[in-house]
């Protein structure tokens, strides 16, 4: 299978709560690789930018003051198949229905407050690799 890349951001929510190395570990254990991160406190505009695809769905607002109520760590993964991978160990966007062992399941909070986001495509994790990465930043 392909070695491909991914991209993560560990939550407002995991930060506040010092899950950082609890959720890296997690991506580690799952095959995962980080060749990329660094802690951040995402602008209004820049939150708003990258979920723009969400802008229509009611909860995009709280879903910005959510993701700016506190740093995140942006990253990037690398593995097989990495997105899918990814989404594995992720689990469902509301942990109240994550399989047992997901990062959703075992550390999430709530459907909004729910700890890690990833890409979901090839496609797209290019596109948000690129909104938080230069080239130079990922080190394989
Ligand atoms: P995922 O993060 O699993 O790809 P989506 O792309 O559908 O999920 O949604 C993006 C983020 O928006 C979710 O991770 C979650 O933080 C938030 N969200 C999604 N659905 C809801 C909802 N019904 N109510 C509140 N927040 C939500
Ligand atoms: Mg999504």
Redesign the pocket.
């Known amino acids: 299978m392909e070695v491909t890349r991914t991209f993560s951001i560990i ?1 407002p929510d995991a930060t506040r709560r010092n899950l950082t190395g609890a959720v890296t570990r997690m991506l580690e254990e799952a095959g995962l690789r980080v060749v990329a991160s660094k802690r951040i406190h995402m602008s209004q505009d820049q939150a708003e930018g990258f ?1 723009a ?2 802008r229509e ?3 995009f607002n ?2 910005v003051s ?2 700016i109520s506190g740093p995140v760590v942006v990253q990037v993964l690398e593995g097989e198949d990495a997105v899918k991978r990814n ?1 594995d160990i ?1 689990g ?3 942990p109240d229905n994550a399989e047992p062992g997901t990062i ?1 399941k075992e550390l999430a909070e ?5 700890s ?3 890409s ?1 495509s090839d496609e797209n994790a290019a596109t948000e690799i690129a909104y938080f990465f230069k080239e130079e930043e990922i080190v394989g």
């Open positions: 939550k979920y695809v969400h769905r009611p909860f709280d879903l959510f993701m989404r992720m469902a966007t509301n959703r709530s459907i909004e407050a729910n890690v986001h990833g979901d």
